[in-house]
């Protein structure tokens, strides 16, 4: 439903996903998206009383001037057994008067749109729809995805090998900043291990090098904000801790560590654990500021198991894999044979094989699934 929305109202059509919509319309704040009592029951009409119960119009929905913000906070279960009727019933009733309720609110005026697209919020896009699609197997979100990875790859490429920051109206602009490179970066990572294709992989290190170029400091080992190509400021700032996105040094040093391992770059892997040291002791006084170096933390300090996947039928298994809960992972893989440090020496002629590895140093390998879930303790 969340893609749903960003395809309806944020997309352009052709890959790039738009930046916000406004709060306001017709001058006020949320009209557009908030119901009288009246208005709701008029549209759903016979289904009234389920939706209702369901919203909780004149409840915990209500808001203000008479108005109900739509709110959930009971499982369709319980709402369901209340009612006394079936999850299925349940489950018709709300997407028909769903569909019902948007019609009409597609009547209204619309709030504006900032069409402008960001490079880094598209990274962002990259990340949710490729993990979208590595949960849900929908072939949709896949092509989202790469078409998310072409734009930010193609269209905001700048002819250094660097990326533009903005785009609108058909033109890139704007020298990137840090957010861009590591967001991109990690959803090109996500997208390679949901893909197996080495080129989201090589393009991930590619702008993980650039950034290293020209946004590194040497001296307090973390990134600027801002690229050396840029006019001098009179300080260079450096993002640390999260705010509604994450940080973009949390950012880079996640990137950082997943590439380098992959590729077996000892330098990026020194750089992220050195990020990381410079603000573990930090993170305890605020952890809703350090939720993405609590990744990085989690990868660093429990096993990160590296599942390789190789021969005929790579990525069909990778999908029956990702139906197990398995969160501190990286999946790699090839159907045919691979340069890549990680899967150097592991293509077996006419099988497809499974090797569950923890820094490198791997387990028996096995052509059964079952049997390589049973290596993940």
């Not at 996903?17 to 009592?37: C, I, P, R």
């Not at 949390?250 to 050195?274: H, Y």
């Not at 021969?311 to 139906?323: M, P, S, V």
Request: charge should be negative.
């Amino acid at each position: 439903q969340s893609i749903d929305f960003c395809l309806r109202e944020l997309y352009d059509g052709n890959g790039v996903f738009y930046s916000s919509l406004d709060a306001d319309s017709e001058g006020e704040e949320g009209k557009y998206y908030v119901w009288t009592k009246e208005v709701f029951k008029s549209v759903t009409g016979n289904d009234f009383n389920v939706m209702k119960a369901y919203y909780n119009i004149g409840g915990k929905a209500d808001w203000e001037h008479g108005n109900n913000i739509l709110l959930r906070d009971d499982t369709d279960e319980k709402v369901a057994n209340d009612l006394g009727i079936t999850t299925e019933e349940l489950s018709k009733i709300v997407t028909r008067s769903n569909a019902t309720l948007l019609a009409h609110r597609e009547k209204r005026i619309h709030p504006g749109l900032d069409d402008k697209s960001l490079t880094s919020w598209n990274g962002l896009m990259l990340q949710g729809l490729t993990n979208a699609y590595i949960a849900f197997g929908e072939e949709r979100f896949l092509k989202l995805a790469i078409q998310s990875a072409e734009f930010i790859t193609i269209t905001q490429r700048r002819t250094d090998g660097g990326l533009n920051h903005n785009y609108k109206n058909g033109k890139s602009n704007i020298n990137g900043y840090l957010e861009d490179y590591g967001q991109s970066i990690e959803g090109l990572f996500r997208l390679y291990e949901a893909t197996f294709d080495e080129k989201w992989l090589l393009e991930a290190e590619r702008l993980s090098q650039y950034a290293i170029t020209h946004f590194y400091d040497e001296s307090s080992g973390m990134f600027f904000f801002t690229s050396d190509l840029d006019p001098a400021l009179v300080a260079r700032k450096m993002e640390l801790t999260d705010n509604v996105i994450p940080s973009s040094n949390a950012s880079m040093a996640n990137a950082l560590f997943l590439v380098g391992t992959v590729i077996d770059n000892p330098d990026f892997l020194a750089k992220s654990e050195s990020m990381l040291n410079n603000i573990q002791n930090q993170m305890p006084s605020y952890g809703a500021g350090y939720s993405h170096w609590g990744n990085l933390m989690l990868r660093n300090v429990y096993p990160l198991y590296e599942i390789a996947i190789t021969g005929n039928g790579a990525i069909e298994k990778r999908g029956e894999l990702e139906k197990y809960y398995i969160p501190n992972k990286i999946v790699i893989g090839a159907e045919k044979a691979s340069e890549i440090a990680l899967l150097e020496g592991k293509h077996v002629k006419g099988e497809t094989m499974f090797y569950v590895c923890v820094n490198k140093a791997c387990q028996l390998p096995t052509t059964s699934l079952e049997e390589a879930l049973g290596q993940v303790k």
